[in-house]
C-alpha cells in the first residue's frame, strides 16, 4: 500500500527513520538514503477501536562519504526497519468524530511527544517501559517503534486474561512507570499537571451532559443492567428491583475516582491497562534448572530474593541481554547488498504460553506499555486494581490478589531506593497507608473495567460489522429505539466467553458494592 494512502509522504518516512537511528544508534547526524517502503495494514480484522492499525516497512541504505550514488549501490548494505503506525479512522466519520471530541490522539501526540521522553530519561539505564514514538503528524497520526521487531507481543488465546507470571511482570512495568512520574515531579519540584498543563485533561469520564462520553456512560448503564437482568441468579432474585436501582449510581461514582486525590499522592496513570496495552518478551527456562526451584504457579520459593532489572543487569552483565537478542530478529537488520525490494520481516514467534514452571518452557522476562490515550493524574491503586480486574477473574483475584499487591508494592520501593527516595513520600505510613488507598479504589478499577471491557471485548467480527455500518458499540442512546438491539447485548446473546467475563465483572459489582454478599 502506498503510504501516501494513509497521509504519510517521503519526508515523513525520513524524519522517522532519523529519529530511530538518533534514538537506537545515538547518532545524530547519521545520513541514509530510502531505497523503498511501503505500508500495510496490521490485520485484516480490526485491531483497537479508538484507530487504525499499519506497519511501516522501510529499506534504506547509509550513505557512504566520496562514493557515487551507483557506488554506494554497489557496495553499501541495505537494511530493513519497521515501525507501527496508528492513525485516526478518517474513513469511518462517526468513529474519527467520535475520537477528535474525547481527543485520544491530541493526549497521546502530547505525552509522546512531551511527557513520556521525560520519563525515558529519568528511568535511563534500564530497562524500557513504554514504548517510543518517533514521529507525529497534525493530532491524526503517531509513527512509534516495532515492538514485535524487539520481540515482544501481546499476548493472545487467553481469553483476554493474563496468568500471574504475566502480572507480575506487568506491575513491575506499572510500578517503573508509576515511578518515573514521581521522580520528575521531585527533580522539577512541579507537579506532573502543572509541568505539562492540559495535557492530562480527563477524557474518559467528563460529567458534561452535552459531551460524548458522558451520553456514553449513560447508555453504558442501560445496556450493563440489561446484562444483570440476563444474569439468572439475579433473574430470579426478589432483589433485582433493588440492583438496577442501585446500579446507576454506584457507576457514576467513577466521576469522582478519575479526579486527582486530595487524600492520596497521584502519579501519571496510564488509565487503560489490559491485555491488550501490555506488551511481553520472553526468556528460556533452562532446561537443567532444578523444577523444585520455582513452584507449582510459577513462583520462587520463599527466601529467593526478587530482584530489580538494574540488579539483574549488575550480575548477569551482558550475557542475558545477549541471549535475547538470539531469540529475535531485531529492528535494523542488516541484509546483504542489492536487496531493494521490501519483503516481510521474519515473525517473531511467541514461545508457546503454558507451564512456566515446566525446564525447557519460557516465560515473560519484560513488559512494555503501550497506548497512552485516557492517560490521567491518580492515585497508584487506580491503576493496579483497573489492570487486574480487566486481566483476571474473580475466583484468581481471591487465590492471588494479596501475592500481587506486594508485588507491586516491592516493586515500586525498589525503583524509588535506586533514587535515594523513600517510598513513604508516596505512601506515609508505608505499606499501611498503600493498603488502604488500594481498599479505597478497589471499587473504581471494577468500575473501570466494566464500562471499558464491555466494548474492548467485543468479538472483532462486531466490531467490524460497526465500522462497516459506521455506528458505535455501547452508544445505543444515539443510535437505536430499543436498547435491547445494541451490539454489546447481541454478543452477551452469541457469544459464551463475552457472556462469561461480563458476569465475572457485573456479579463481582453487584455482590460487593449493591448487596454486599460474602
Keep these: 500500500?502506498?503510504?501516501?494512502?494513509?497521509?504519510?509522504?517521503?519526508?515523513?518516512?525520513?524524519?522517522?527513520?532519523?529519529?530511530?537511528?538518533?534514538?537506537?544508534?545515538?547518532?545524530?547526524?547519521?545520513?541514509?538514503?530510502?531505497?523503498?517502503?511501503?505500508?500495510?495494514?496490521?490485520?485484516?480484522?480490526?485491531?483497537?477501536?479508538?484507530?487504525?492499525?499499519?506497519?511501516?516497512?522501510?529499506?534504506?541504505?547509509?550513505?557512504?562519504?566520496?562514493?557515487?550514488?551507483?557506488?554506494?549501490?554497489?557496495?553499501?548494505?541495505?537494511?530493513?526497519?519497521?515501525?507501527?503506525?496508528?492513525?485516526?479512522?478518517?474513513?469511518?466519520?462517526?468513529?474519527?468524530?467520535?475520537?477528535?471530541?474525547?481527543?485520544?490522539?491530541?493526549?497521546?501526540?502530547?505525552?509522546?511527544?512531551?511527557?513520556?521522553?521525560?520519563?525515558?530519561?529519568?528511568?535511563?539505564?534500564?530497562?524500557?517501559?513504554?514504548?517510543?514514538?518517533?514521529?507525529t503528524k497534525g493530532d491524526r497520526m503517531i509513527v512509534f517503534e516495532n515492538l514485535t521487531s524487539e520481540g515482544y507481543s501481546i499476548v493472545e488465546h487467553t481469553k483476554h486474561l493474563l496468568d500471574f507470571e504475566h502480572l507480575k511482570v506487568a506491575l513491575q512495568a506499572v510500578a517503573k512507570l508509576h515511578a518515573s512520574s514521581l521522580i520528575l515531579e521531585e527533580r522539577s519540584k512541579t507537579p506532573i499537571p502543572k509541568l505539562f498543563v492540559g495535557y492530562l485533561n480527563e477524557n474518559a469520564y467528563v460529567d458534561d451532559d452535552d459531551h460524548v462520553r458522558k451520553i456514553n456512560l449513560e447508555n453504558a448503564i442501560q445496556v450493563l443492567c440489561e446484562m444483570i437482568k440476563r444474569i439468572e441468579k439475579y433473574a430470579s432474585s426478589e432483589k433485582l428491583d433493588e440492583i438496577l436501582l442501585k446500579v446507576p449510581d454506584v457507576i457514576r461514582k467513577i466521576y469522582d475516582y478519575s479526579k486527582p486525590s486530595t487524600v492520596f499522592r497521584n502519579v501519571l496513570n496510564h488509565g487503560d491497562l489490559w491485555c491488550n496495552n501490555v506488551m511481553f518478551r520472553y526468556e528460556m527456562i533452562p532446561t537443567s534448572v532444578d523444577s523444585s526451584c520455582i513452584n507449582t504457579e510459577g513462583h520462587l520459593p520463599e527466601g529467593r530474593k526478587v530482584t530489580s532489572d538494574r540488579e539483574d543487569q549488575a550480575e548477569t552483565g551482558k550475557d542475558a541481554d545477549v541471549s535475547n537478542s538470539a531469540l529475535f530478529v531485531t529492528n535494523g537488520e542488516r541484509r546483504g547488498r542489492k536487496r531493494s525490494s521490501i519483503k516481510k520481516p521474519n515473525p517473531c514467534e511467541v514461545l508457546n504460553l503454558g507451564n512456566w514452571s515446566a525446564p525447557g518452557a519460557s516465560r515473560p522476562s519484560s513488559c512494555i506499555l503501550i497506548d497512552f490515550q485516557i492517560a490521567r493524574y491518580a492515585p497508584p491503586a487506580y491503576d493496579i486494581f483497573s489492570f487486574l480486574t480487566s486481566t483476571t477473574t474473580r475466583e484468581f483475584r481471591k487465590q492471588y490478589l494479596e501475592e500481587l499487591l506486594d508485588i507491586y508494592y516491592e516493586a515500586l520501593q525498589c525503583e524509588l531506593d535506586w533514587f535515594h527516595r523513600d517510598v513513604r513520600e508516596v505512601f506515609l505510613d508505608g505499606f499501611q497507608s498503600y493498603r488502604h488507598s488500594c481498599d479505597q479504589y478497589q471499587l473504581a478499577g471494577l468500575i473501570d473495567s466494566i464500562l471499558y471491557r464491555h466494548v474492548t471485548m467485543l468479538p472483532m467480527e462486531l466490531v467490524a460489522r460497526c465500522r462497516e455500518e459506521h455506528r458505535l458499540p455501547g452508544t445505543v442512546g444515539s443510535q437505536s429505539e430499543n436498547v435491547k438491539r445494541d451490539i454489546c447485548l447481541e454478543a452477551w446473546t452469541q457469544y459464551e466467553e463475552y457472556r462469561t467475563f461480563m458476569t465475572d465483572l457485573l456479579s463481582d459489582l453487584v455482590d460487593q458494592y449493591i448487596l454486599q454478599v460474602g
Design 1 to 135: 500500500m502506498d503510504p501516501q494512502t494513509i497521509g504519510l509522504v517521503e519526508n515523513d518516512i525520513a524524519e522517522s527513520v532519523k529519529c530511530y537511528i538518533q534514538d537506537k544508534r545515538n547518532r545524530v547526524n547519521g545520513k541514509f538514503r530510502l531505497v523503498s517502503y511501503q505500508v500495510r495494514r496490521l490485520s485484516e480484522e480490526p485491531v483497537g477501536y479508538l484507530g487504525d492499525h499499519y506497519l511501516l516497512d522501510v529499506n534504506l541504505r547509509e550513505k557512504m562519504v566520496h562514493y557515487s550514488p551507483e557506488e554506494e549501490e554497489k557496495y553499501a548494505e541495505e537494511e530493513y526497519i519497521s515501525f507501527f503506525v496508528k492513525v485516526i479512522p478518517d474513513n469511518v466519520p462517526k468513529l474519527a468524530d467520535y475520537i477528535k471530541e474525547m481527543g485520544c490522539f491530541r493526549k497521546e501526540i502530547l505525552l509522546y511527544k512531551h511527557v513520556i521522553p521525560r520519563l525515558q530519561d529519568v528511568m535511563i539505564g534500564t530497562r524500557p517501559f513504554v514504548s517510543t514514538a518517533y514521529f
